[in-house]
Every structure is written in structure tokens, then in C-alpha cells.
């Protein structure tokens, strides 16, 4: 487990389906739980998850061909290398935060590099960075992974920036994404790490940019499948602060919404 001391509480994280190590906190946050933890507020995802258990063969066949091929040319024609290095110190993560807080991703969706909640992956010997690069040594694309022994999630993957990102570059970026994370599958394979999962996916129908996430990821196999993330309070101060939370976020809400039909319809908001 964990453990993340906030302004007033002390949050314990537990991933997959793990249990807590009975550190001191407030309240607890399950991750990517595969049943909800009894007496705890759960809420149901999707993830897409690929089972390493399989041959490489039967892994390789679960792919689309289109993705199969551009493994294949990011190997023979781009000759591109993978590389994967554990994170023990924290200025390892200097290159990718640079890349990532530049994305148009992070600054239109996802924010800033979160730092201080890699710090205790790092601390804890379970946060990774992989790499693809090109035969010159030039970065294609860079890529995070939290792994525990049995599982392992994507957190990040990000390209550098170019000025002009042209259709020839863009493919083989794509590529490379694709290279990456099938030498990732097997090597994650034989280190006996059983699942491998993308960190979520998209259930909508309305957002492009997920929608084309979700397109990639079906493209490299697996299967979908419903997971759970629950809050469990364990401390009486923790079941204050975060219930106080809840309703200051609830008014918001509400206010928000009155905002909202008083700007469309004024008169029905006085009535």
C-alpha cells in the first residue's frame, strides 16, 4: 500500500487486487479492484486487459494485422531498439515531465506530470520508464509503467514535441507505440507478470480523442472487462473531511446547475 499524506488526511492506495499492509491512514483508495471491497463507496470502470499467460503466438494473433505489420517495420525497415530502465531516483523523470507537460493531451485533459503520486512507485521499486528510439540514438516515443509482481498498467506514453509533425513521422511514431508495447508484453512475460492492462476504457460514444485511444488498444488485443475503484474510510477524521468534501462539491454542483438555467432561461430560474 501507498501512502500520501494531504493537507489533513492520510491516504493509503492499494492496486489490483491487493490488500492493505495495515499502515496508519484515514481512508483508503482501491485501484482497479476486480469485485467492490465490502463496506466501501465503489464506483465501476472498463479497462481493457491482456492475459500474458498465452503464447507469444496466440498474443501476436489476438492483434489486428495493420498492428502485427507495423510491428514488424518498426523492426526491419525502422530498425528501432526498445529500452526499459526501473526509476530509483526522481530526476530520472526530468525528460519525460518536460514531454509530457508540453502535450496537447496534458494541457487539454490530463494536466501536469503528478510527481509527488509517482514518488511512492519509485519509493516502492515499481515505477519504470520504456523507451523506443531510433538507430541514431533519437527518442521516438517514451512511456510509463507501474507494475506490481503479478500485473502491470501504462500510465503514460508521450512523443517529443516537433513542430511539425508530418503523416511520415506520425506513422512511425505509431509504430514505434506499437513496437514498444509488444517487446513490453513479452518481456513483462518472462519476468512471470500474468496481465497487462492500458489503464482504462472509454464506454462513450462522443469523445473523438478516446474513442481513437480505445481503436489503439483493441488493436493490440485483449479483452474488456468492468473493474471496480473504492474508498473505504478507516478513520474517523477521514469519514469528517471527506463527507465535508462531498457536500461542499455537491453545492457546486447545484449551483452550477442554477448558473446554467438562469443563463439559458432566466425566467424559469426566478420563477
Not at 19 to 43: F, H, K, M, Q, T
Not at 64 to 70: D, F, I, V
Not at 135 to 144: C, M
Not at 163 to 173: D, E, F, I, Q, S
Request: glycine share 6%; with cysteine.
Amino acid at each position: 500500500m501507498f501512502v500520501y499524506q494531504s493537507r489533513f488526511l492520510r491516504r493509503g492506495e492499494v492496486w489490483f487486487d491487493n490488500e492493505p499492509n495495515g499502515a496508519p491512514v484515514d481512508w483508503i483508495l482501491y485501484r482497479n479492484r476486480s469485485a467492490p471491497v465490502r463496506g466501501a463507496r465503489s464506483r465501476r470502470f472498463y479497462n481493457r486487459l491482456i492475459d500474458l499467460s498465452k503464447s507469444p503466438e496466440q498474443l501476436l494473433s489476438e492483434m489486428e494485422p495493420k498492428t502485427a505489420a507495423k510491428i514488424k517495420a518498426a523492426t526491419q525497415e525502422d530498425k528501432l531498439s526498445c529500452e526499459w530502465s526501473m526509476v530509483v531516483d526522481a530526476r530520472q523523470l526530468d525528460e519525460i515531465e518536460r514531454m509530457w507537460n508540453q502535450s496537447i493531451e496534458a494541457k487539454r485533459r490530463w494536466g501536469n506530470l503528478n510527481r509527488a503520486w509517482l514518488s511512492e512507485m519509485i519509493r516502492a521499486g515499481a515505477f519504470e520508464l520504456t523507451a523506443v528510439r531510433e538507430p541514431s540514438g533519437a527518442l521516438v516515443v517514451f512511456g510509463g509503467l507501474f507494475r506490481d509482481k503479478y500485473r502491470a498498467q501504462q500510465l503514460m506514453s508521450v512523443s517529443p514535441p516537433r513542430a511539425a509533425l508530418v503523416p511520415a513521422a506520425r506513422a512511425k511514431t505509431n509504430r514505434a507505440s506499437c513496437f514498444l508495447l509488444w517487446n513490453t508484453l513479452l518481456r513483462l512475460k518472462d519476468q512471470g507478470v500474468r496481465y497487462f492492462d492500458f489503464g482504462g476504457w472509454y464506454p462513450g460514444t462522443e469523445d473523438i480523442q478516446l474513442l481513437g485511444a480505445n481503436a489503439f488498444k483493441k488493436s493490440l488485443g485483449g479483452e474488456v472487462v468492468g473493474e471496480f475503484e473504492c474508498e473505504q474510510i478507516v478513520s474517523l477524521k477521514g469519514w469528517v473531511a471527506l463527507t465535508a468534501a462531498r457536500l461542499i462539491a455537491r453545492a457546486k454542483e447545484f449551483r452550477l446547475k442554477d448558473i446554467r438555467i438562469w443563463e439559458s432561461h432566466p425566467d424559469e430560474a426566478t420563477a
